[in-house]
Structures are given as structure tokens and as C-alpha cells.
């Protein structure tokens, strides 16, 4: 056999027919751990209970703890935004409210206006973020604004562009 081949030497062996003896002499190197037996002293060790004691737990924040992570604006550069499933999660299962009652519904209620609003926000990121889907975005509404129609239903959508667009232009 050529011992410089550009092949690895496992699967030069294995297309030589070496493969299978090597093979059979392999053994597993995991096998099951046995438990410890009720007296041994690996169970003395364990601790009794895994429930935190009352000076292990947290302390709630603090006022000006909460309203800094309130009113700090998510780190957008290295971070991900959540799902439309965790927004309407958080308002639906979320600890800021109590679990029943009106605080629970307004914040449901909430989460949903929110998620719509991160729905429309993650679109229009999705359309700009190539140049080609802005492209042919720009493309399809110019084709849209031809048809009388659509005109109306683009000049109601996109109200903001044509009151800009009727004042720069003073028509």
C-alpha cells in the first residue's frame, strides 16, 4: 500500500479490506455507572433538600433597578429581537402583572398591539435589508400607483409619503 496517499489511512485500510479486523477489536469505552448503595459515604455527601434556603433567594430589585431596566434600550448591535410568539408570551405568561384579573388582560392586550407593531417594523427591515428586495419592492408599488384603485388604496396606506411628497411638490 502506498503510504503517501492523499487519503486518510482509515479509509485506505477500509477499501484495502483491513477495516473489519481492526474493527471487531474495538470495545465500548462508556458503560453504566452502578448507584451508590443507601450507606455509602457518596450518599452521606448528598445534600438533604435542593430547595434554596430563605438566604439563598434573591432580593426583588430595588425601585431604580427596575426603571434602569425598564427604560434601557435593547443592545440591537450583538442581539437578536424575541419572536412574536415570546412578545405575546411575555404579555399572556409574564410576572410583571398578577396572573388574573384587568392588569392581566391589558397586558395581553398589549403584547398583541406590540407584536403587530414588531410584525409591520420586522417587514419592512426583511424588504430593506437587500437591495434587490428593495428594488422590487419600490417596482411593485410604482406598478400598483398605475392603477387607479390601488392609487387610492397606496395614497391611504402610505399617507405619510404623499403629504411629504404634495408639499415638497406644492401640488
Known amino acids: 500500500m502506498n503510504t503517501l496517499s492523499a487519503l486518510p489511512k482509515r479509509l485506505t485500510d477500509k477499501l484495502a479490506g483491513k477495516a473489519g479486523r481492526e ?3 474495538v470495545r465500548a469505552h462508556l458503560h453504566a455507572v452502578p448507584e451508590p448503595a443507601a450507606g455509602s459515604r457518596e450518599d452521606a455527601a448528598a445534600p438533604a433538600t435542593t430547595e434554596p434556603g430563605p438566604e439563598v433567594q434573591p432580593t426583588p ?3 431604580l433597578e427596575r426603571a434602569r431596566s425598564e ?5 440591537i448591535w450583538s442581539e437578536d429581537r424575541p419572536a412574536l410568539s415570546k412578545v405575546v408570551n411575555y ?8 396572573d388574573e384579573g384587568a ?8 403584547s398583541w398591539f406590540a407584536a403587530l407593531n414588531a410584525a409591520v417594523s ?5 424588504v430593506t435589508e437587500r437591495p434587490s428586495r428593495t428594488t422590487i419592492a419600490v417596482a411593485l408599488v410604482v406598478l400598483a400607483s398605475l392603477v387607479p384603485a390601488a392609487r387610492t388604496a ?8 404623499h403629504t411629504a411628497i404634495e408639499l415638497i411638490t406644492d401640488h
Do not use: E, M
Open 23 to 25: 474493527q471487531a477489536d
Open 61 to 63: 430589585p430595588g425601585l
Open 71 to 75: 427604560f434601557t434600550p435593547p443592545d
Open 91 to 98: 404579555g399572556r405568561y409574564g410576572q410583571q402583572v398578577p
Open 103 to 110: 392588569a392581566r388582560a391589558a397586558a395581553t392586550a398589549w
Open 122 to 126: 420586522y417587514a419592512w427591515q426583511w
Open 154 to 161: 397606496l395614497t391611504v396606506l402610505l399617507w405619510p409619503a
